[in-house]
């Protein structure tokens, strides 16, 4: 359960998800994020966690999750311009927007696709994983294959309590956001997708250089 509770990319992107669109929507989201822990910690029995473990193909993986991490921080600025632009227009009487025109739209797609590429592009949750996995098994603390099973299922079990948690609860607080808040809150959530993306990307030119 303590592995599970970062704030992370995927954090941010769900609790946005649930104050803009609802609960229904970001568990949606959580269910993708699940699916990605799932598929990643299986295959950290497998050989390719050493294969992802090689310089060449982790420095690869890092500018791609970065770009696309970043790529999504540039899409909340634009949702949240298109929300300056509707409000400033309904405003000025030019148009009737409705506060629910902008959400219904979607920047991403299916919050459940959307869900399964944002946690998929962490590069290292796979090698985090074979790394947690690995050090369990040769301290014995895994000492057989239903012992690693029922640790894998508490692990993705984990991922859809804590973000299941906050998909529920966040549309439940007595803050109320409204149009210039959403417009906000997309600025604040585009820029630590964005933030995460250069992160990374700072990672990626530290293995160049090394």
């Not at 590429?117 to 985090?128: E, G, H, Q, S």
Request: charged content about 10%; some cysteine.
């Amino acid at each position: 359960m303590t592995l599970q509770l970062s704030l992370g990319p995927v954090f941010f992107a769900v609790l946005h998800k649930a104050l803009t669109e609802g609960s229904r929507e970001a568990l949606k989201m959580t269910l993708g994020a699940a699916m990605i822990d799932a598929l990643y910690i299986g295959l950290s029995f497998t050989g390719i966690a050493l294969l992802l473990q090689l310089q060449v193909l982790q420095s690869a993986i890092l500018a791609i999750g970065a770009v696309i991490l970043v790529l999504f921080g540039l899409r909340h600025f634009r949702r949240a311009y298109s929300r300056k632009v509707n409000y400033q227009d309904a405003i000025k009487g030019s148009m009737n927007v409705r506060q629910d025109d902008v959400i219904s739209t979607g920047i991403h797609g299916s919050s459940l696709i959307y869900g399964l590429k944002i946690t998929a592009i962490n590069p290292l949750t796979i090698v985090f994983w074979s790394g947690t996995f690995g050090a369990l098994i040769a301290s014995g603390m895994l000492g057989s294959a239903e012992d690693a099973l029922m640790y894998a299922f508490g692990c993705v079990s984990a991922t859809i309590f804590f973000l299941g948690l906050i998909s529920i609860a966040a549309p439940r607080f007595p803050l109320r956001l409204n149009q210039k808040m959403e417009y906000i809150f997309d600025i604040f959530v585009g820029s630590i997708l964005i933030a995460f993306g250069l992160i990374m990307l700072c990672r990626f030119v530290g293995t160049m250089i090394k």
